[in-house]
């Protein structure tokens, strides 16, 4: 009897309403105080000296506008290559703090104190204030993972989702920087909530959808769960609605996309030509790069990038860096960032194998459960559709091997593994209940 009640007790507790705030603000607190012991990725140095856009956006937007025949600045290339919306925020962030931007952009190709000697290292007031953003959208990435888990299966799963999303060692560190992924991470999960949890408004999808999407450009094959999820919808409409819901989620979507790159304003044509003809530049010279120096992570097999994808995602060591340009100047700080053993979970052949095995059993349950519970099929059939897209894209498209470039891979593992602990966790109490009775 006095089992029943402890396991009934555990439950009422996992339902009351004053624990999810407090569990997310406990969680919140451990990860706002390692917020600047993170080790310095030399690409914030990029983001908070171009954090200046922000001020130029409001000031003289003109100035931001691309035009055939203007002088081709650093400045001018980020704007083409980059989305922007990191840097926004950022920007948006220090101007509250009254922090200014660095004066030069980090140079790959010189020493750490020519580099520092020239104003592109962040002080401590800079890298805070760009870090500040991943610090405002964890509290909301926890919560969706838990509104999440618990839609697709239970209650216990999303208990579950958000304890493996809160302690992932990829997403304590990598997102705790003044990077792209944080703000991808936040509206990639935000996208998949809206389009599982307003079924008969997918158009609003486009809107964090296009803010992933212009947080970073891997998040496009996500573009695709939101356009089957106006086709397939939760009630039959006819085909000249569905038309008309795919218009206006195409035309959000570009007005969005529109709005945040000035470079568009002027000759939009021209200019997103020579911008994709400068990211493809870009991404030419950066794998050449990357080939003189570990010949071993250039593959152009989307078959040996899905395996590094799994094996960064599940198995490989932390990436402090993706390659090792300044390993000396980084080995203090990456040692006291090891020192804490939640740095590293989850990673290695044992715990990593553990997870990859939670993350199987959880898919397997979810599909299962689409034939079990058909009030979750739209659900968990979406998430699976998103999965796929993003190891697609990130398969096919993504030819650079960094870690980071994984991320958005990281909460389908957390969702599945969650529904694998709950189901688990169900056993327990159900076996509980037997030997009680």
Known sequence: MKRIQLTSAFQRLLSANFLLPAVIAILCLAFFSGLITVPFHPDEATNIYMS????????DPAGLIWRSGQPF????HYRLVDPPLTRYLIGFVRTILNVQPLKSDWDWSISWELNAAMGALPSTSQLLAGRLVSAIVFPFSLLLVFLLGRQIHSQQAGWAALFFFATSSLVLLHTRRAMAEPALVFFCLLSLWIIIRHPNHPWLSAIPLALAFNAKYSAAPLILVGVINILWRAKPIRI???IEDLGLFFLIFAGITYALNPFLWGDPIQALQVAIGERQSLLVNQTAT???????LVSSSWWLHLQFDLVQLFFAPLAIQDIGNYTIELQQTTQNYLINP???LWRGLLTGSLL????LIGLFLSMRGIVKYPHTLRANVLILIAALAEIAGLSILITLPFQRYILPLVPFVCLWSGITTAQFLNQIIQLIHKKAT
Do not use: C, G
Request: cysteine-free; charged content about 30%; overall charge negative.
């Open 52 to 59: 200046s856009d922000f001020t130029e956006l409001s000031e």
């Open 73 to 76: 600045d650093l400045k001018t």
């Open 240 to 242: 000249p609605e569905m």
């Open 290 to 296: 990357l080939a003189a120096i570990r010949p071993d």
């Open 342 to 344: 939640l740095h590293q």
């Open 356 to 359: 990859l095995f939670f993350s």
